[in-house]
C-alpha cells in the first residue's frame, strides 16, 4: 500500500490551497480528484474572470448554523496573503465594484498559479481518480482505481452540488456522514428564482429587462440589479436574496428604492399624462408597459384618486411575490448548508470525531454571499487545514 502524510479528495479551490500549504511544510501530498482538469469551478467563476475575494471579507457575508466558526480561518488567511499570491506570479487585478477583485486576465492564470506552487511544493495530483472506498484503521486506507493509498490525515474538500456539468457530486457530505458527521440541510444558494406556469407569459414579456431594485425575503434584503428572464428573476440582488429564501418564502421588491412615489405623481396629479408614461421616466419603459398592463391600466394622472395612487406606490416600493423554486443546482453557484461545523476545529477544520479527518470548502456549512467570498472561504479554509493536516 502506497504512504501518504496527507490525501486530499478535490483539486478544486479549497484542496489545492491546502495541497501547496501542506506540501511547504515538508508533508508527502497527493491530491485525487475523478475530473479531467483541476479547478473547473474557478476557470468559469467571475465570467471566466474569476472574482477571487472582497475587500470587505467579515463574518457578516457568510450563512451558516454557527455564524461564528469561520471567523478564526478569515482572520488567518486575507485578501491580501492572496494578493501577495498573485503579485508574486505576476497576476495583476482590479477592483471591479464593492470590494469585488476580479483578474484582470483570465481564471486560467489562478489555476496555472495554485498548480505551479503545488508543484513547487512536490504535491501530486491525480485526475480521473474514482474513489471506490475510504476507511479508518488507525491510518486512512483509501482504494482507487485498483490501487491502495494510506496516510495520516484525510481532507475531504470535493465542493458542494452546484454545477454538477463542472464535476460536482455529493461524495464530500456522504463521506463525512459515513465518519458520523452531520449535515445540515442543503439547498441551491446565489441561484434565479422561477416561478409558477401561470406567470410564465408575465415574465417572458419582461425578459432581458434589468433594472436597481432592493428585494427582501423575511429580514434580509440586498439592493443591486435584478434581471427578468424567461423563467422568472435573476440578477445579483436576485441571487443574494435566494440564499436566504426557503419555500413558501414571498420576495418583496422596492422598484424604487430610496424615491418618495407620491412625490413623483405630485406634480402631475392634473395632468393628462398616463402611468405608463410617467413610470417609463423612472423605470424601464418595457417593464413599465408591462407592469401598467397588470396592476394599473394606464389612464392619465387626473383620473387617479389619492387613495389609488397611495396603493401603487406603495405597490411599486413592495411589490410582493411569491416564487415557485429556484432554478436548481444547474444555475446555483453555490450550495447552502453542509457539514456542520460544530463538529469541526473552527482552526484546523479537523474533524472533532475523526483525529486526522479534514474538511474544507464549499461542503462545509459555510456559505458566502456573491462577490468573491465563497472562494475566499476555500481559500482560507484550505489554508488553516494545510497548517495543520
Ligand atoms: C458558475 C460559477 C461561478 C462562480 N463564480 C464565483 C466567483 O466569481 N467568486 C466566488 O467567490 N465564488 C464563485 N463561485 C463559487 C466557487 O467557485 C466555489 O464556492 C468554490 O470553487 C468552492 O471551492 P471548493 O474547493 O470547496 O470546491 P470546488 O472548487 O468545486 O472543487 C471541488 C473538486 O472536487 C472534485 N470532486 C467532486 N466530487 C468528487 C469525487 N467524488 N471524487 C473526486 N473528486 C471529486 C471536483 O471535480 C472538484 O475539482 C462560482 C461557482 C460557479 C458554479
Redo the contacts with the bound molecule.
Keep these: 500500500m502506497e504512504k501518504k502524510d496527507v490525501i486530499i ?7 489545492l490551497m491546502c495541497a501547496l500549504e501542506a506540501g511547504k511544510r515538508g508533508r508527502s501530498v497527493v491530491v ?4 479531467a482538469r ?1 479547478g ?3 476557470l ?3 465570467g471566466g474572470h ?2 477571487f475575494t472582497n475587500l470587505r471579507i467579515d463574518s457578516s457575508h457568510y450563512l451558516s448554523e454557527n455564524p461564528h466558526f469561520c471567523k478564526s480561518a478569515l482572520a488567518r488567511f486575507t485578501p491580501d496573503d492572496f494578493t501577495a499570491l498573485l503579485k508574486r506570479h505576476g497576476i495583476p487585478h482590479f477592483e471591479k465594484e464593492e470590494g469585488q477583485l476580479f483578474c484582470r486576465k483570465s481564471a486560467q492564470y489562478v489555476v496555472e498559479m495554485l498548480e505551479r506552487e503545488c508543484a513547487a511544493a512536490g504535491v501530486e495530483i491525480r485526475l480521473n ?1 474514482r ?1 471506490a472506498k475510504i476507511g479508518k484503521k488507525g491510518r486512512f486506507m483509501i482504494s482507487e482505481g485498483g490501487s491502495g493509498l494510506e496516510s495520516e490525515a484525510l481532507v475531504i ?3 458542494g452540488l ?2 454538477p456539468s ?4 455529493g ?1 464530500g457530505y456522504q463521506t463525512m456522514k459515513n465518519f458520523g458527521h452531520r449535515v445540515t440541510p442543503l439547498g441551491p444558494a446565489l441561484a434565479p428564482l422561477t416561478f409558477s406556469r401561470d406567470d410564465t407569459a408575465f415574465f417572458k414579456e419582461l425578459s432581458g429587462v434589468s433594472l436597481m431594485a432592493s428585494v427582501r425575503c423575511r429580514k434580509t434584503a440586498f439592493r443591486g440589479p435584478i434581471l427578468f428572464t424567461h423563467q422568472g428573476i435573476s440578477g445579483p440582488a436576485i441571487l443574494q436574496i435566494s440564499s436566504y429564501w426557503k419555500q413558501g418564502d414571498e420576495v418583496i421588491i422596492d422598484l424604487l428604492p430610496g424615491t418618495d412615489i407620491i412625490e413623483l405623481f405630485h406634480p402631475e396629479m392634473r395632468s393628462k399624462t398616463g402611468m405608463k408614461t410617467l413610470l417609463s421616466a423612472h423605470l424601464p419603459q418595457r417593464f413599465s408597459k408591462v407592469f401598467c398592463d397588470r396592476y394599473a391600466p394606464s389612464r392619465p394622472l387626473h383620473d387617479y384618486t389619492l387613495k389609488e395612487l397611495r396603493e401603487l406606490a406603495l405597490l411599486l416600493h413592495g411589490w410582493t411575490l411569491s416564487p415557485s423554486g429556484t432554478a436548481g443546482y444547474d444555475r446555483a ?2 450550495t447552502r448548508g453542509g457539514v456542520d461545523t460544530r463538529e469541526l476545529s473552527s482552526k484546523t477544520m479537523e474533524s472533532r470525531k475523526v483525529p486526522g479527518l479534514y474538511c474544507i ?3 462545509v456549512d459555510v456559505t ?1 454571499h456573491l462577490g ?5 472561504w ?1 481559500w482560507a479554509s484550505g489554508y488553516a487545514a494545510g497548517q495543520h493536516a
Design positions: 479528495i478535490g483539486a478544486g479551490a479549497s484542496g485525487l480528484d475523478h475530473s483541476i473547473s469551478k474557478i468559469v467563476s467571475g474569476c472574482n481518480r474513489i474538500a470535493t465542493g452546484s454545477f463542472l464535476g460536482a457530486s461524495f453557484e453555490v470548502g464549499e461542503v458566502g468573491g467570498y465563497n472562494l475566499h476555500a
